[in-house]
């Protein structure tokens, strides 16, 4: 079996071991599966926190962030390592009844099912994570993976890709902190619309920070939940076009700036200096850096 005690967040190779023995033996893999299904658990819980907090401009660049994200999740692997909070052991409880004992009498074809149950078992719950919201690993790989979403979303607008990948990078902190529903899984809010009386959809009730009066305040507020990031930059663009306050922002089209100006002045976003963070990611290393890699087609990002 794979030793706790040497584990890390990138061992990579623990998790294809864990498979292997999961097809031998489920029963003797079911507790380290558990413990991996507690550690994302235990993740989840830490990013929530991290995404309801206040942020600090001294320690939100993006390498303090991306070193803490890797503190946060080598510190999910040991606390679940290390007795964990207990979701573990109850998992275990729950799933040994429905693993067969393999050194019990069965037939060929019975044992054959029984090998496919324990794998579902088995790699369902490792996989859990991965089936269900898209990954950004760096700013570069946020940038590729919306880019062709905010080219489609720029032309309805009137305005460049550049602008909106500059602001889905403000509402998510380039993707690291989406929204999360209750049950852990992602909201896939890239632009963090909330859901007023007229959203029939899904919705996540989360704490958030706006600003009456330049002064910030913690409330409780609900924001919208997509099947997809897809479906996120359709209801963005949708979002914009039905209300008529942000007629102003997309009739014409203008400088990357001001359509930011425009729908920030219609009530976009509280935080009086919204314009200026967006502003400042744009004109930014970062995103300058990304925009290089991208098809060359694609890289000057402007109105065309």
Not at 186 to 194: A, E, R, V, Y
Request: net charge negative; no cysteine; aromatic share 8%.
């Amino acid at each position: 079996m794979i030793n706790a005690s040497q584990q890390n967040y990138l061992d990579f190779d623990a998790l294809s071991q864990l498979k292997t023995e999961a097809k031998k033996d489920a029963k003797s893999a079911l507790k380290e599966v558990a413990s991996e299904f507690e550690t994302i658990f235990v993740k989840m819980m830490m990013k929530s926190m991290r995404s309801a907090s206040f942020g600090d401009e001294l320690f939100d660049s993006e390498s303090a962030k991306f070193y803490r994200d890797m503190y946060d999740d080598q510190l999910s692997q040991n606390l679940s390592k290390n007795g964990g909070i207990g979701l573990a052991d109850v998992l275990v409880k729950q799933l040994e009844r429905y693993v067969p004992d393999q050194t019990a009498e069965h037939s060929e074809d019975k044992i054959s099912k029984s090998k496919k149950a324990e794998e579902s078992i088995a790699v369902g719950i490792i996989e859990k994570e991965n089936s269900e919201e898209m990954v950004f690993s760096s700013p570069k790989e946020f940038v590729h993976k919306l880019w062709p979403l905010a080219e489609d979303a720029a032309k309805e607008l009137g305005t460049s890709p550049k602008v909106i990948i500059a602001q889905a990078a403000l509402e998510t902190g380039w993707g690291k902190h989406i929204i999360r529903n209750s049950d852990g899984s992602s909201s896939n809010n890239i632009f963090n619309i909330k859901a007023d009386n007229r959203w029939q959809g899904k919705y996540s009730s989360i704490d958030s920070v706006e600003y009456i009066g330049n002064i910030p305040r913690r409330e409780t507020a609900n924001f919208r939940s997509y099947q997809s990031v897809d479906d996120s930059f359709k209801d963005y663009v949708s979002f914009l076009k039905t209300n008529s306050r942000y007629d102003k922002a997309i009739d014409v089209e203008k400088r990357e700036s001001r359509y930011i100006e425009e729908i920030h002045a219609a009530g976009y976003a509280t935080d009086p200096n919204y314009v200026k963070k967006i502003d400042r990611i744009i004109n930014d290393k970062p995103l300058a850096d990304a925009m290089k890699t991208l098809p060359s087609d694609r890289q000057n990002g402007g109105l065309g």
